[in-house]
């Protein structure tokens, strides 16, 4: 059974960084198209960044410039390095394939706030 394992999350003040991972056990993911995604209190979840099995890259406007999707295909794992955070990118985020999505993890909290 495929699980995905979200981690890296915290506390940070505007303006800071954090670098999120996403493992997988019973799938591998250098076969997959996969997506971060993020859900915000109240709000929908909303995917924010993809990256394909070839490595091309695509961001929702308001993460361009400041978010960056990377994989280790000889880790299983999936990263987003998260710059310049402000406070509406509060959210617990996800790591998924956007087709045939895989059952969601847990997630990793994402406060940013001073």
């Known amino acids: 059974q495929v699980q995905l394992v979200e981690s890296g999350g915290g506390l940070v003040q505007p303006g800071g960084s954090l670098r999120l991972s996403c493992s997988a056990s019973g799938t591998t993911l250098r076969f997959n198209m996969m997506a971060w995604y993020r859900q915000a209190p109240g709000k929908q979840r909303e995917s924010v960044a993809t990256i394909t099995v070839g490595g091309t890259t695509n961001y929702v406007d308001s993460v361009k410039g400041r978010f960056t999707i990377s994989r280790d295909n000889a880790k299983n794992t999936v990263y987003l390095q998260m710059n310049n955070l402000k406070p509406e990118d509060t959210a617990v985020y996800y790591c998924?394939?956007?087709?045939?999505?895989?059952?969601w993890g847990q997630g990793t909290q994402v406060t940013v706030s001073s």
């Open positions: 998924n394939r956007p087709n045939l999505a895989y059952r």
